[in-house]
């Protein structure tokens, strides 16, 4: 079997927009070296080596200095990659985990010491079956205590269905991708408005990432930056961005160079930008 070919740009352009100090790419995975954290048998993809080491690379190179490292469905429930990038640079990064809704509590304060803050929950049909989402609610009690919050990775079109659920839960919620909308149905699709419908919600969050997923048109991705600018405008204070590196499961492989030109569209001010790069994540990660 041939070797996965790596998904990420080892050579990003340097982006034109200047980042504040204290930027923060809010969601990336790292993945391998395999040698060292192997993939599970059973993973969903297995994609190539990404280590921390080219994710950190990519940051200095691009002026980021806080991290959020997600937990990838190809590793699985074992954090152990992730972890270590986070110890690497303790106090500036972070981690969501991947839990079963079994996981006991000494299990996520074993993670919270290594610095994970929050699980994700994955409703895409490429990376298995999920848990009920009411399930999930109620698992969510158990981060009350931890200060954790749900992050919830979600197909577009089960947006209707899971948001009135996430409407209950005891802990904030981060909605990923900008609910992987798909830019060619305009801003009226029913997605997104029951995305914004959901983000009435005060404890409900939002990744203004994925563009490149949502967009049609390929790089610069101006066919998805309407919905990205609509959702810092309308709710600054409660919106995140990440790069989502190293872009697995994409055919064409992104820039991050011009992912990061891309946020001086999303929000065309110094201060909607210090707000959705800095303040948002310092607050909702809690980052020193």
Request: one cysteine or more.
């Amino acid at each position: 079997m041939s070797e996965p070919v790596i998904s990420y740009n080892p050579r990003p352009s340097k982006s034109k927009l200047k980042l504040p100090p204290g930027s923060c790419d809010a969601h990336f995975h790292v993945f391998g070296p395999k040698a060292e954290f192997p993939f599970p048998k059973d993973a969903p993809y297995v994609p190539a080596d990404a280590p921390k080491e080219e994710l950190l690379a990519m940051h200095e190179f691009l002026g980021i200095d806080r991290g959020v490292v997600v937990q990838s469905a190809a590793h699985g429930f074992d954090h152990r990659a992730a972890a270590s990038l986070i110890a690497t640079k303790k106090g500036r990064y972070v981690g969501v985990a991947l839990l079963p809704i079994t996981a006991s509590v000494e299990e996520m304060k074993r993670l919270h010491a290594e610095g994970f803050r929050g699980v994700r929950f994955n409703y895409v049909a490429h990376l298995g079956k999920p848990p009920p989402i009411a399930d999930v609610v109620r698992f969510a009690t158990k981060l009350v205590p931890l200060g954790w919050h749900l992050q919830i990775h979600l197909e577009a079109g089960h947006i209707e269905q899971i948001a009135p659920q996430l409407k209950n839960s005891p802990v904030p919620v981060m909605i990923d991708h900008m609910g992987r909308i798909d830019a060619e149905k305009g801003l009226d699709q029913m997605p997104f408005k029951v995305l914004f419908s959901l983000l009435e919600d005060k404890k409900i969050w939002v990744k203004v990432s994925g563009v490149e997923r949502a967009s049609r048109e390929g790089e610069p991705y101006a066919d998805a930056v309407p919905y990205a600018r609509k959702l810092v405008d309308t709710v600054g204070d409660r919106v995140v961005w990440g790069t989502d590196w190293p872009h697995p499961n994409l055919k064409a492989i992104p820039d991050d160079g011009i992912l990061v030109d891309v946020v001086a569209q999303m929000a065309d001010s110094d201060a909607k930008r210090k707000a959705l790069l800095v303040d948002n994540p310092a607050k909702f990660y809690g980052f020193e």
